[in-house]
């Protein structure tokens, strides 16, 4: 029975932060081994089906949008050069080779040296930096939003993103900051998040947590279920709430949640 609360509750856990700009993966972590005493041996599982759980969700909430980048798909397999011009697909695509730049040599410095005070600085600078955007937007109250992706803000969200291999660094506080820095709109930037999040998360999976599954049938089937359902709520909720709000504020929201986050990785 604690088993199965355990898992309703790492469920929820993931649906929720999975979007926000925390570390789905730290905070799993904390619930699953110092909450519920669970054994480190079932935490790969745990990180693989929830994950697993959210990606589906995704895929789910956003499939209008991923029959169109099929079809982008399709196209630049039969026209290779128009992989350049602004599309979903081309800012997708870019955004994973700048994930890559940035993530494998992140991995290995980390894994090879350790750099745990680092990663607070990161976050602290991306926090500070959003701040410094709002008042820029504010001083250029005219300015245009960014309506179509291009690959080059792709390219950069990916690099961005590439930092969240760091322990207690966001995969969507990193990308959510990397577009709010190019004028993205608010919801804009959720959707383009969520959406680069299903090519990551899987890749992710793939490399990092492939592993056989540890638990219990019953306890991966009310995880992964848990994880899905609670996942669309915050999915609709988060775009909601992101289309009623002014880039500005936005960027001095995430940018101090950020720091805050930052100051308690210190202490």
Known sequence: MDSIVAMIVLGIVQGITEWLPISSKTQLMIFYLYLFNGSPDN????????????????IFFLREEIRKITYDLLHTIKKPEVVFS???????????????ITSVPFLYIYH????????RILTYLMGFGLIL???????????????????LDGFIT???????VLPGVSRSGSTLAALSFRSYAPAQS?????L???????????????SPI?????????LFSTSFFMSILALKTLLDIASRLDLRYFCIILGFVLIVLAYVQQT
């Open 190 to 194: 959720f959707r383009l998040s969520f």
């Open 43 to 58: 935490l790969l599982s745990v990180l693989l089906v929830s994950h697993a759980g959210t990606l589906a969700s995704c």
């Open 133 to 151: 955007t709002s008042i820029f937007l504010s001083i250029k109250s005219s300015e245009k939003i960014v309506s179509d992706p291009t690959p």
């Open 158 to 164: 990916g690099l961005f993103q590439g930092l969240s």
């Open 112 to 119: 090879t040296f350790g750099i745990q005070n680092d990663v």
């Open 86 to 100: 602004p599309s979903i697909f081309s800012f997708l695509f870019f955004a994973l080779i700048g994930t890559a």
């Open 214 to 222: 540890t638990l219990s049938f019953l306890e991966a089937l009310i």
């Open 196 to 210: 680069l999040s299903i090519p990551t998360v899987f890749l992710a999976e793939l490399l990092f947590y492939a």
